[in-house]
């Protein structure tokens, strides 16, 4: 699978994103979109694929600069062997170095203990794998997650524990709010 140095990793639930990641009108960049399937079939899995929408912004040079995969929902185990499927497809015609996985998450339910009472919204972010600049700029623009931050988001804690497992450079940033609409000036600055 032909992708950029930088990949927004998305699952169906997290479809407001794909939406509002497009380029500006006025932008030159060029996008191309496109769907996956993939075959799940060395898991023993003949009736389904791994499947789901490729968005890539493109320069004038035909150069993917950024690429956005949108994954179908997918119950576990068929999730796994889906999120794996599509991975190690992205890294197995990757040339050296792997591209940089980023992973925007709202879908998150936790608790906020001892946050300051100014403190309406927060952006955190989790580097995962071999640090990039990529995920070096990131980590500037978020706050680390508190001790106690537990995902409660099954796709997002599958691509967490592959990504460790196969040291994929990953930055997970993760809002923590009420509404998504808090959260879109900070988003727009990191993208």
Request: aromatic share 10%; charged share 20%.
């Amino acid at each position: 699978m032909k992708v950029a140095p930088q990949i927004v990793f998305l699952f169906n639930d997290e479809h407001p994103f794909f939406d509002a990641l497009r380029p500006n009108p006025n932008s030159s960049l060029s996008t191309l979109e496109d769907v996956f399937h993939l075959s799940l079939e060395r898991y023993g899995i003949r009736d389904r694929k791994a499947s789901g929408t490729l968005l890539h912004f493109v320069d004038d040079n035909g150069v993917y600069q950024m690429s956005i995969v949108l994954m179908q929902n997918y119950e576990p185990p068929i999730l796994a062997c889906a999120v794996n499927e599509v991975l190690a497809s992205i890294t197995g015609e990757q040339a050296s170095p792997l591209p940089t996985f980023l992973v925007p998450s709202l879908n998150l339910k936790w608790e906020i203990k001892n946050s300051a009472p100014d403190h309406k919204y927060a952006l955190y972010g989790l580097q995962i794998g071999p640090e990039t600049e990529t995920t070096q700029a990131l980590a500037t623009k978020t706050e680390k997650p508190p001790s106690f931050f537990q995902i409660h988001h099954e796709p997002l804690a599958i691509f967490i524990q592959l990504a460790r497992v196969l040291k994929l450079p990953t930055f997970v940033i993760i809002g923590q709010s009420g509404t998504g609409e808090e959260l879109e000036p900070q988003y727009s600055d990191i993208f």
